[in-house]
T-cell receptor, first 113, second 114 residues
Framework: GEKVEQHESTLSVREGDSAVINCTYT??????FPWYKQEAGKSLHFVID?????DRKQSQRLIVLLDKKAKRFSLHITATQPEDSAIYFC????????????FGGGTRLTVRP | GALVYQYPRRTICKSGTSMRMECQAV??????VAWYRQSPQKTFELIAL?????????EQNFTQEKFPISHPNLSFSSMTVLNAYLEDRGLYLC??????????FGPGTRLTVL
């Protein structure tokens, strides 16, 4: 089955700098790649997603890149703020509905003031 | 807007007892419902995926005998954790989807087993 690996388990950046979280996946049939944020003691909050028909998507300070050939995708958070501090999870799914997601292990992002 | 509610939000049960949790989709039709578990300090594991008009599919390491799921209509699903033990503790998430749209997650049910 699909395996999603999140390369950075922790990441610390200074406020205003960019943060990059990288994920790789194994299933070439995966076509939907969402990102979620989990704050302490809380559930998952959808952040941004990308589908396999594009290789870049931006939403305000968030940029997602997808390299299908390398089976790699990444989340770039620009101009980080302390409130960006959380655990970020990448996920992959075979269909655009994202009904069956395989999650990465999570990256704890700390933004230092 | 699309919302997913889960209840209870937190529950404690004694080892060996069972616990039922519910998931309700509001504002959209949940044609698929996926149940996930996040064990302490771990990522989210898919327990099972329920799609209307299809059989419920359980992932490896999870069985219907242990985690029976009901998905009777397009707005409701429930899952029971039977004979809960320490390894069953964690955050149980319900993710509901409609067709080719993103999956909406509920706030989760946090299960503590004593």
């Amino acid at each position: 089955g699909e395996k999603v690996e999140q390369h950075e388990s922790t990441l610390s950046v200074r406020e205003g700098d960019s943060a990059v979280i990288n994920c790789t996946y194994t299933d070439t049939a995966s076509s939907y790649f969402p990102w979620y944020k989990q704050e302490a003691g809380k559930s998952l909050h959808f952040v941004i997603d990308i589908r396999s028909n594009v290789d870049r998507k931006q939403s305000q300070r968030l940029i997602v890149l997808l390299d299908k050939k390398a089976k790699r995708f990444s989340l770039h958070i620009t101009a980080t703020q302390p409130e960006d501090s959380a655990i970020y999870f990448c996920a992959a799914s075979r269909n655009n509905a994202g009904a069956k997601l395989t999650f990465g292990g999570g990256t704890r992002l700390t933004v230092r003031p | 807007g699309a919302l997913v509610y889960q209840y209870p939000r937190r529950t404690i049960c004694k080892s060996g007892t069972s616990m039922r949790m519910e998931c309700q989709a509001v504002g959209f039709q949940a044609t698929s419902v996926a149940w996930y578990r996040q064990s302490p300090q771990k990522t989210f594991e898919l327990i099972a995926l329920s799609t209307v008009n299809s059989a419920i599919k359980y992932e490896q390491n999870f069985t219907q005998e242990k985690f029976p799921i009901s998905h009777p209509n397009l707005s409701f699903s429930s899952m029971t954790v039977l004979n809960a033990y320490l390894e069953d503790r964690g955050l149980y998430l319900c993710g509901a989807g409609q067709g080719a749209t993103e999956q909406f997650f509920g706030p989760g049910t946090r299960l503590t087993v004593l």
